[in-house]
């Protein structure tokens, strides 16, 4: 880091795994070396940079990078979380959550579902992306149609707040009768190795869900747009360099020779490949187990995903 | 014999319903599940661990693959239990009460699985009353306990004092695992090992048990 300036990264790609690649590579190459509160004093400073990750398709194909810290099954009931609110009954009390690292309720202290689809604000429960919707389908031109996440009241104290915090999202004619829906997001703070991909493949799914809303709204073809990613700092852990450096000593490769032994079609699956293991991944997650285990789940909620799980039994739909 | 090797391969790159087909197929040739198992499924399994140990291959593919092998094991499950064959020992494993991360534990869970364990999934947040009653009805050789948060590790003490008052500590070694955990810390609360990722956790167990 020259003269204390935090570099300023852009990647630009079609997909979501291509450009999932191209950042790593960039913040590794290119990021500067600071410390995060996460970093353990034998670690390593992390490396670091504001990027904007800019996704022109995001829903081509291949849409799937196969490096991510879970499985299959566990990255749809993350997508389900996000977009529908599985784990909002996971979030504690606002009481607890104002007694910040004092609280020894070891619940949530928020969801992204939670914040962007129910945000509590005084005695009032705002569906933010439902107003997004409302205001884009009257006015798709609108540069007010945005989602927030942060509570000033309830993050600071904490020692986990949100890393999203803004989703914001304009409609362009296409020039067809139709629109384009584009969007944008916004982070404080991302774990690009082991959280940026996950986080990406639910927030474009959430895109999806904003446009479909809109085109029924509006009774005109919306079609998805770019999606743009840009993170104040997106980092790859000092604790993560073992593995991406591997140990050439122990006949360990790097993450990046693990990367060039494979073919990009290799290292990436696409919708159809994904699809059975979204529904059961056969080792205890997926939406099948996940309505089977989460008794508790409020069922409002259940049946949202009831019915994801239904159209992701339909031939024709896409993860 | 050259099922063995396809069924290896195919559990390798975690195709379930040719897992599926080939197991069915060498049943009908007369092999018998247990050699199957072992010389077929864990075979696979094994593969795909080795090259997670060497970061030659991504964690999501180990959870597809270990799908391809329970695929192939639902199929020669009943005749295992006919001819009453031996897993290499029975480890009961959960995240700890208070914490709901499972990712690494259920890496874990499959790797153990893959290596010819049996392994009780109590799941995640899981009370100490709950790992007790999986230890005494599974009568378990290995408790294995995962946490992601620093709140949440302080509990796998609380498991290992209740093991000792109930007289279990002694029968059940105990490995514990997850990001804030250290080899100090285990040695401090009395576990019998502590992994720093999900194939060392293989190794350890195997290591315990000789």
Same mark, same amino acid.
């Given at each position: ?46 490396? =670091? ?21 879970? #499985?299959? &099954? &566990? ?29 020894? =309720? ?214 | ?96 009460? #208070? ?44 408790? #294995? ?46 576990? =019998? #090992? ?17």
């Amino acid at each position: 880091m020259e003269s204390g300036n935090i570099p300023i990264l852009a990647v630009n790609e079609d997909t979501i795994p291509a450009a999932y690649e191209k950042a790593i590579r960039e913040v590794w190459e290119n990021g500067a070396s600071i410390r995060t509160e996460y970093d353990r004093p034998e670690d390593p400073a992390s490396k =670091d940079a504001t990027v904007i990750i800019t996704v022109r398709e995001p829903f081509s194909q291949p849409r799937f990078h196969r490096s991510f810290a879970d #499985g299959l &099954g &566990g990255l749809a009931e993350y997508v389900m979380e996000v977009v529908h609110g599985a784990h909002d009954y996971w979030v504690k009390p606002m009481e607890e959550i104002l007694k910040g690292t004092q609280s020894k =309720d070891t619940r949530w202290t928020y969801t992204y579902h939670e914040r962007l689809f129910e945000y509590r604000i005084e005695d009032e429960v705002i569906n933010q992306i439902s107003l997004m919707i409302d205001r884009l389908s009257r006015a798709g031109h609108t540069r007010r149609a945005q989602a927030i996440t942060w509570n000033p009241k309830l993050d600071p104290p904490t020692d986990d707040p949100p890393c999203l915090q803004r989703v914001w999202g304009r409609l362009c004619d296409d020039g067809e009768g139709g629109y384009v829906f584009n969007m944008n997001t916004h982070w404080r703070s991302r774990d690009l190795f082991k959280a940026w991909f996950e986080n990406v493949i639910a927030l474009t799914t959430l895109m999806r869900k904003i446009a479909e809303e809109i085109s029924k709204g509006t009774k005109k073809q919306v079609r998805l747009g770019r999606y743009v990613d840009i993170s104040d700092s997106l980092h790859i852990y000092g604790s993560y360099f073992r593995e991406i450096e591997g140990d050439p000593e122990k006949g360990i490769k790097s993450f990046f020779e693990k990367l060039e032994s494979r073919s990009f079609q290799e290292r990436t699956w696409d919708s159809d490949f994904v699809k059975p293991y979204f529904i059961d991944d056969g080792v205890g997650k997926g939406l099948k187990p996940m309505l089977e285990r989460e008794k508790e789940m409020p069922e409002k909620v259940r049946k949202a995903i009831e019915k994801e799980l239904r159209l992701m039994e339909k031939d024709d739909y896409e993860v | 014999m050259e099922i063995f090797k396809d069924i290896a391969d195919e559990v390798e790159k975690g195709h379930s319903d040719t897992v599926k087909e080939l197991t069915e197929r060498a049943l009908s040739q007369d092999i018998s599940a247990e050699e199957i198992l072992y010389k077929g499924l864990v075979v696979g399994m094994e593969i795909i661990s080795e090259k997670f140990k060497n970061n030659e291959c991504f964690i999501p593919e180990v959870l597809v693959a270990a799908k391809a092998m329970n695929i192939g094991l639902e199929v020669i499950k009943p005749l295992l239990a006919e001819a009453n064959v031996k897993s290499q020992g029975k480890v009961v494993m959960g995240t700890v009460k #208070g914490d709901l991360h499972d990712i690494g534990k259920n890496i874990v869970a499959m790797l153990l699985q893959g290596a010819g364990f049996e392994v009780i999934d109590c799941g995640a947040d899981v009370p100490k009353e709950k790992f007790l009653e999986a230890v005494k009805s599974e009568q378990a050789d290995v408790i #294995g306990m995962s946490a992601l948060l620093t709140t949440t590790m302080l509990y796998m003490k609380e498991v290992i004092e209740m093991l000792k008052s109930e007289g279990l500590r002694e029968k059940v070694k105990v490995i514990i695992g997850g990001a804030p955990i250290t080899k100090s810390y285990a040695e401090t609360i009395g576990a =019998d #090992g502590y992994a720093p990722d999900a194939a060392s956790a293989v190794d350890l167990t195997k290591g315990l048990l000789k």
